[in-house]
């Protein structure tokens, strides 16, 4: 397994690593618009490094109403590493702390790579809803809701 940094980005402005992490896609296609150089970027953000200090992956997380959205980008050349996996559990982790409910993506229409995307996330136990989300308890909510 390889090593790697889960780093808080704060504040999260746009930036050339995440750029290079996306190689090329359209942020827009992520719903993140088309941001500049600096431009801030709203919700929280973590960077991901390897052991070489490159930044290997970003986590995003946008909670609101008990429940947070996700948003899970992988250079590359990192993918089908396991760091996507790393990047969704600290996301979960997050959400538990912080008492949310649901984990949720949309893979949108414009998204270069969706039946792949879909499928690693119903793997990791996201439900498609009618709506075309996809939902996922946040493991401490199920203990929570329990009792």
Do not use: C
Request: aromatic fraction near 8%; charged fraction near 30%; avoid cysteine.
């Amino acid at each position: 397994m390889d090593t790697w940094d889960w780093i808080p980005e704060t504040p999260a402005t746009w930036d050339d690593r995440k750029r290079r992490v996306l190689d090329g896609l359209d942020p827009a296609s992520f719903g993140l618009g088309r941001p500049g150089d600096g431009d801030p970027l709203g919700d929280e953000w973590w960077r991901v490094e390897d052991a070489d200090g490159t930044t290997v992956a970003y986590g995003r997380l946008d909670g609101s109403w008990g429940d947070a959205e996700i948003l899970v980008l992988v250079a590359p050349a990192a993918r089908h590493s396991g760091v996507g996996s790393f990047v969704l559990e600290r996301l979960e982790a997050e959400a538990g702390r912080r008492r949310l409910n649901y984990l949720y993506n949309v893979v949108p229409h414009g998204h270069p790579d969706p039946e792949p995307v879909t499928g690693w996330l119903t793997a990791r136990g996201f439900v498609r809803n009618d709506t075309g989300e996809l939902r996922k308890q946040v493991p401490s909510a199920a203990v929570r809701n329990r009792g």
